[in-house]
């Protein structure tokens, strides 16, 4: 056998090397902590932990610099990370996307926390930015309901109720009953922070700053970037409309 045969035969079963995002469509690239249910179980404050949540803010700005994104979004133990139609890093490949990411992911949260922690990674594709609109209210409703059922269920639990009875006393409650529990238990689910019940969004804006040109030492503002941090998300058709701007890249 030639060697050249068994280079292309070995290379055709990279089986998957050759999947990339379809031209023009947008991309979400979505990682998840795996087993974060018990890697938080000691170490963070139930339901909802400011420090937990800024290290996956941090791992949110790593991987929205990381992967030259639009945007991010964090809640719970996920990250949502925007990717631009002309997205062009890694020639679109996925398995490239798919598995630096979540190495991304992993060693960021990793070396900040110094918990060893992985992270598992997928790739939505959206054609529409309505598409993207829906995908990432999909998301914040989805925080919005973790973050009431997680205060019920600990509320519930650091009352004395065993994990049976507390996940059956929520079993098919609606979002009033479930106020009104937290109520009785002196929690307004309202006054809690923002970002407990709509996640926190990053992206990157721009700004002016006033220096000096080094050479002549003529006074200049420079325009620099930096990641933007807003743990005070809007929602619903003020959340969509947010998204458009940042789409529209005049956010
Ligand atoms: N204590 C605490 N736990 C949190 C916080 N945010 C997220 N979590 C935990 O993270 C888990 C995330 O849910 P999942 O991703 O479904 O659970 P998982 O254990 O990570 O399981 P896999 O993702 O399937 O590996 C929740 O069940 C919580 O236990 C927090 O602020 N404080
Ligand atoms: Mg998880």
């Not at 070995?10 to 990682?31: D, I, K, T, W």
């Not at 949502?80 to 060693?107: G, M, T």
């Not at 002549?216 to 743990?231: F, I, K, Y």
Request: charged share 30%.
């Amino acid at each position: 056998m030639k060697p050249d045969d068994l280079e292309s035969r070995m290379r055709e079963r990279e089986y998957f090397h050759r999947l990339r995002l379809p031209p023009g469509s947008f991309a979400v690239v979505r990682v998840d902590g795996r087993g974060f249910s018990r890697l938080t179980k000691t170490r963070f404050e139930k339901p909802m932990d400011a420090r937990f949540h800024e290290l996956m803010v941090t791992t949110a700005a790593s991987l929205l610099t990381g992967l030259h994104a639009l945007y991010a979004y964090t809640e719970s133990d996920e990250i949502s990370v925007l990717l631009p139609r002309d997205w062009a890093l890694f020639d679109r490949e996925l398995e490239k996307l798919v598995s630096l990411s979540a190495a991304n992911a992993s060693a960021t949260f990793t070396a900040t926390s110094g918990i060893r922690a992985e992270f598992d990674s997928r790739v939505w594709i959206g054609a529409t930015e309505q598409d993207v609109v829906d995908y990432f209210r999909w998301r914040q409703a989805d925080a919005t309901r973790c973050g009431l059922n997680g205060w019920c269920y600990w509320t519930l639990r650091k009352a004395g109720r065993s994990v049976a009875e507390a996940t059956k006393a929520l079993e098919g409650r609606d979002v009033a009953w479930k106020n009104e529990l937290l109520f009785q238990n002196g929690v307004n689910f309202n006054d809690t922070p923002l970002w407990q019940r709509r996640g926190t969004g990053l992206y990157v804006e721009t700004y002016e700053r006033p220096g000096r040109d080094p050479r002549t030492g003529e006074e200049r503002t420079a325009t620099r970037r930096r990641v933007r941090v807003d743990a005070e998300l809007p929602m619903g058709d003020a959340y969509a409309e947010f998204l458009r701007r940042l789409l529209e890249g005049t956010g």
